[in-house]
Every structure is written in structure tokens, then in C-alpha cells.
């Protein structure tokens, strides 16, 4: 059974770094592009925030670029999400999800999608 388990969030203030971790079982990372999505309440689901495609690529939202970096650890199957000079807006439940294409943009393209962590940034 395919299962991605998110983890590392919390509450820390704004200028502040958290590094979030999604634990994959049922599924090998390095066949997956593995997509970081978040929500907040009353808030629209922006894009995409940051994705590692199966050839390794990267690509991230506009306005976490220079601060949010994506990686891959394939010896733990665990992809990261280093968040640097968090601001109050990256206020969140982030989830890390799981799909199958090449080059997955939307959210439907993600076919697994793990339970969240939530990050909350103080001022």
C-alpha cells in the first residue's frame, strides 16, 4: 500500500528555517516525480510549490524560489523540503504527493497525496 508521510512542521518565527520530510513506502521516490503542495484555511490552493521530476529536475513556485529547496535522499525513499526565511504567509498545512508523469503539473496529475503537516510562522 502506497503511503507518503509528512513531517517536520511546526511553529517557528518569521526569518526562521524548517526542513519538512516525506517518507514514502509502497512507492520508490526515484519513480515518482514528488510534488510539495500547501493550504491554508479561507485560502485558495495556490500552485504547485515545488516539484523533483523522475530525471531529477526541480522547479518551484515563484515565491518561494531562493528560499524553498527540494531534494531527494533515495537511500531513505524520503524527499525533503528545506524552507528558508519562512514569512507569515507560508502559514500552511503542506503535503507532499506522488505522481506518475513526466513532467506532473496539477493536482490531479498527483495520484498519491499524504495526510499534511502543518507549519505555522509567527511574527
Known amino acids: 500500500q502506497v503511503q507518503l508521510v509528512e513531517s517536520g512542521g511546526g511553529v517557528v518565527q518569521s526569518g526562521g528555517s524548517l526542513r519538512l520530510s516525506c517518507a514514502a513506502s509502497?512507492?520508490?521516490?526515484?519513480?515518482?516525480?514528488i510534488g510539495w503542495w500547501r493550504h491554508a484555511p479561507g485560502k485558495e490552493r495556490e500552485g504547485m510549490l515545488a516539484?523533483?521530476?523522475?530525471?531529477?529536475?526541480?522547479n518551484y513556485l515563484d515565491s518561494v524560489k531562493g528560499r524553498f529547496t527540494i531534494s531527494r535522499d533515495n537511500s531513505k525513499n524520503t524527499v525533503y523540503l528545506q524552507m528558508n526565511d519562512l514569512r507569515i504567509e507560508d502559514t500552511a498545512v503542506y503535503y507532499c504527493?506522488?505522481?506518475?508523469?513526466?513532467?506532473?503539473?496539477?493536482?490531479?496529475?498527483?495520484?498519491?497525496w499524504g495526510q499534511g503537516t502543518h507549519v505555522a510562522v509567527s511574527p
Open positions: 516539484i523533483i521530476m523522475r530525471d531529477g529536475r526541480t
Open positions: 509502497g512507492l520508490i521516490v526515484d519513480d515518482y516525480s
Open positions: 504527493t506522488a505522481g506518475s508523469g513526466v513532467a506532473p503539473k496539477e493536482s490531479y496529475e498527483f495520484g498519491y
